[in-house]
Protein backbone atom coordinates (compact mmCIF):
# COMPACT_ATOMS: atom_id res chain seq x y z
CA UNK A 1 0.00 0.00 0.00
CA UNK A 2 2.47 2.74 1.12
CA UNK A 3 4.57 1.36 -2.13
CA UNK A 4 1.84 2.21 -4.18
CA UNK A 5 1.23 5.52 -3.02
CA UNK A 6 4.98 6.69 -3.12
CA UNK A 7 4.36 5.40 -6.74
CA UNK A 8 1.85 7.76 -7.82
CA UNK A 9 3.51 10.43 -6.26
CA UNK A 10 6.67 9.86 -8.00
CA UNK A 11 4.10 9.39 -11.40
CA UNK A 12 2.31 12.45 -10.58
CA UNK A 13 5.48 14.38 -9.84
CA UNK A 14 6.84 12.92 -13.24
CA UNK A 15 3.61 14.51 -15.36
CA UNK A 16 4.37 17.88 -13.68
CA UNK A 17 7.81 18.17 -14.59
CA UNK A 18 6.67 16.79 -17.93
CA UNK A 19 4.62 19.49 -18.39
CA UNK A 20 7.06 22.38 -16.79
CA UNK A 21 9.41 20.86 -20.03
CA UNK A 22 6.90 20.93 -22.48
CA UNK A 23 5.82 25.06 -21.52
CA UNK A 24 9.24 26.13 -21.07
CA UNK A 25 10.21 24.71 -24.20
CA UNK A 26 7.19 26.27 -25.98
CA UNK A 27 7.63 29.49 -23.99
CA UNK A 28 11.31 29.49 -25.06
CA UNK A 29 10.77 29.22 -28.93
CA UNK A 30 7.74 31.51 -29.07
CA UNK A 31 10.28 34.07 -27.45
CA UNK A 32 12.44 33.66 -30.22
CA UNK A 33 9.64 34.02 -32.83
CA UNK A 34 8.13 36.71 -30.78
CA UNK A 35 11.49 38.99 -31.31
CA UNK A 36 11.67 38.37 -34.99
CA UNK A 37 8.17 39.22 -35.24
CA UNK A 38 8.68 42.35 -33.40
CA UNK A 39 11.74 43.36 -35.08
CA UNK A 40 10.15 42.80 -38.77
CA UNK A 41 6.31 43.90 -38.05
CA UNK A 42 8.63 47.40 -36.92
CA UNK A 43 10.83 47.58 -40.05
CA UNK A 44 8.48 46.19 -42.17
CA UNK A 45 5.99 49.15 -40.60
CA UNK A 46 8.69 52.40 -41.53
CA UNK A 47 9.34 51.10 -45.34
CA UNK A 48 6.22 50.40 -46.51
CA UNK A 49 3.47 52.55 -44.32
CA UNK A 50 2.24 55.36 -45.67
CA UNK A 51 3.12 59.39 -44.82
CA UNK A 52 -0.66 59.77 -43.89
CA UNK A 53 -1.23 56.46 -41.53
CA UNK A 54 2.05 57.64 -39.79
CA UNK A 55 1.09 61.79 -39.85
CA UNK A 56 -2.24 59.53 -38.28
CA UNK A 57 -0.43 57.67 -36.23
CA UNK A 58 2.07 60.72 -34.49
CA UNK A 59 -1.25 62.81 -34.03
CA UNK A 60 0.27 65.71 -36.54
CA UNK A 61 -0.92 67.06 -39.92
CA UNK A 62 0.14 65.43 -43.08
CA UNK A 63 1.37 68.48 -44.57
CA UNK A 64 4.47 67.76 -42.05
CA UNK A 65 5.53 64.89 -43.54
CA UNK A 66 5.29 66.21 -47.23
CA UNK A 67 9.32 65.06 -46.93
CA UNK A 68 9.53 61.59 -45.37
CA UNK A 69 11.99 60.22 -47.02
CA UNK A 70 14.00 56.71 -46.81
CA UNK A 71 16.66 58.70 -44.54
CA UNK A 72 13.74 60.17 -42.28
CA UNK A 73 11.96 56.46 -42.09
CA UNK A 74 15.50 54.58 -41.80
CA UNK A 75 15.65 57.40 -38.12
CA UNK A 76 11.90 56.76 -37.10
CA UNK A 77 12.67 52.85 -37.33
CA UNK A 78 16.14 53.66 -35.46
CA UNK A 79 14.20 55.60 -32.96
CA UNK A 80 11.73 53.24 -32.50
CA UNK A 81 13.91 50.48 -32.42
CA UNK A 82 16.02 51.69 -29.17
CA UNK A 83 13.21 50.05 -26.36
CA UNK A 84 12.61 47.31 -28.89
CA UNK A 85 16.18 45.95 -28.48
CA UNK A 86 15.80 46.17 -24.82
CA UNK A 87 12.85 44.27 -25.04
CA UNK A 88 14.07 41.80 -27.59
CA UNK A 89 17.06 41.09 -25.52
CA UNK A 90 14.46 40.74 -22.24
CA UNK A 91 12.64 38.00 -24.46
CA UNK A 92 16.30 35.82 -25.28
CA UNK A 93 17.08 36.19 -21.64
CA UNK A 94 13.36 34.57 -20.38
CA UNK A 95 14.45 32.23 -23.72
CA UNK A 96 17.43 30.91 -21.55
CA UNK A 97 15.65 30.83 -18.22
CA UNK A 98 12.67 28.62 -20.00
CA UNK A 99 15.75 26.85 -21.46
CA UNK A 100 17.55 25.93 -17.99
CA UNK A 101 13.98 25.28 -16.75
CA UNK A 102 13.40 22.16 -19.77
CA UNK A 103 16.31 20.68 -18.14
CA UNK A 104 15.11 20.90 -14.43
CA UNK A 105 17.14 23.35 -13.12
CA UNK A 106 14.64 25.43 -11.54
CA UNK A 107 17.28 27.00 -9.06
CA UNK A 108 20.60 26.96 -10.67
CA UNK A 109 22.30 30.18 -11.87
CA UNK A 110 21.00 29.87 -15.59
CA UNK A 111 17.39 30.00 -14.45
CA UNK A 112 18.12 32.93 -12.04
CA UNK A 113 20.17 35.11 -13.72
CA UNK A 114 18.04 34.82 -17.18
CA UNK A 115 14.74 35.74 -15.16
CA UNK A 116 16.93 38.75 -13.76
CA UNK A 117 18.06 39.80 -17.68
CA UNK A 118 14.18 39.61 -18.34
CA UNK A 119 13.01 42.16 -16.20
CA UNK A 120 16.52 44.10 -16.38
CA UNK A 121 15.45 44.34 -20.23
CA UNK A 122 11.33 44.78 -19.40
CA UNK A 123 12.72 47.32 -17.12
CA UNK A 124 15.19 49.62 -19.63
CA UNK A 125 12.57 48.77 -22.14
CA UNK A 126 9.97 50.95 -20.67
CA UNK A 127 12.86 53.46 -19.47
CA UNK A 128 13.39 54.29 -23.09
CA UNK A 129 9.88 53.87 -24.25
CA UNK A 130 8.61 57.66 -23.30
CA UNK A 131 12.10 59.07 -24.71
CA UNK A 132 11.67 57.47 -27.93
CA UNK A 133 8.42 58.89 -28.46
CA UNK A 134 9.84 62.46 -27.43
CA UNK A 135 12.53 61.32 -30.36
CA UNK A 136 10.39 60.65 -32.71
CA UNK A 137 7.49 63.55 -32.22
CA UNK A 138 10.94 65.96 -33.11
CA UNK A 139 11.91 63.85 -36.18
CA UNK A 140 8.04 63.73 -37.37
CA UNK A 141 7.65 67.22 -36.47
CA UNK A 142 10.57 68.56 -38.28
CA UNK A 143 9.15 70.12 -41.53
CA UNK A 144 6.47 71.78 -39.31
CA UNK A 145 5.99 75.17 -39.24
CA UNK A 146 7.78 77.63 -37.07
CA UNK A 147 6.56 77.92 -33.75
CA UNK A 148 4.75 74.32 -34.29
CA UNK A 149 7.63 72.05 -33.63
CA UNK A 150 6.70 69.49 -31.33
CA UNK A 151 8.35 67.17 -28.37
CA UNK A 152 5.66 64.98 -26.80
CA UNK A 153 6.71 63.29 -23.92
CA UNK A 154 4.02 60.56 -22.78
CA UNK A 155 3.88 58.36 -19.69
CA UNK A 156 1.55 56.19 -20.05
CA UNK A 157 -0.85 53.01 -17.83
CA UNK A 158 1.08 50.01 -20.22
CA UNK A 159 4.25 51.58 -19.26
CA UNK A 160 3.59 51.68 -15.39
CA UNK A 161 2.12 48.19 -15.56
CA UNK A 162 5.89 47.40 -17.85
CA UNK A 163 7.51 48.73 -15.03
CA UNK A 164 5.58 47.01 -12.08
CA UNK A 165 5.71 43.45 -14.05
CA UNK A 166 9.57 44.61 -14.06
CA UNK A 167 9.89 44.80 -10.74
CA UNK A 168 7.75 41.78 -9.56
CA UNK A 169 9.76 39.70 -11.94
CA UNK A 170 13.13 40.96 -10.56
CA UNK A 171 11.93 40.27 -6.69
CA UNK A 172 11.08 36.97 -7.90
CA UNK A 173 14.38 36.51 -9.03
CA UNK A 174 16.00 37.59 -5.78
CA UNK A 175 13.98 35.37 -3.78
CA UNK A 176 14.64 32.14 -6.13
CA UNK A 177 18.54 33.78 -5.27
CA UNK A 178 18.03 33.36 -1.82
CA UNK A 179 15.83 30.01 -2.14
CA UNK A 180 19.06 28.52 -4.20
CA UNK A 181 21.25 29.56 -0.84
CA UNK A 182 19.16 27.69 1.45
CA UNK A 183 19.19 24.93 -0.54
CA UNK A 184 22.95 24.97 -0.93
CA UNK A 185 23.23 25.55 3.21
CA UNK A 186 20.77 22.91 3.35
CA UNK A 187 22.36 20.31 1.39
CA UNK A 188 25.48 20.37 3.23
CA UNK A 189 23.69 19.58 6.49
CA UNK A 190 22.66 16.22 5.14
Known amino acids: MVESVVETADLARWARLSRIRFFSLML ?10 LT ?5 YWLTASTASIATG ?14 RRAAGFAISFAPLSCLILAL ?12 GNFFGPDAIKGLRNFALGLLASALLKPFSAAALSVLLSWDAPAGQHRL ?7 TMLTLLAAGIIAVIAWVMTEASVLAEENAQFI
Do not use: H, N
Request: glycine share 14%; charged share 10%.
Open 152 to 158: TFGFGSD
Open 92 to 103: MAARRCFGAFAV
Open 40 to 44: LGLLF
Open 28 to 37: GRCCVVLAAL
Open 58 to 71: AQIPLEWLTRLGAG
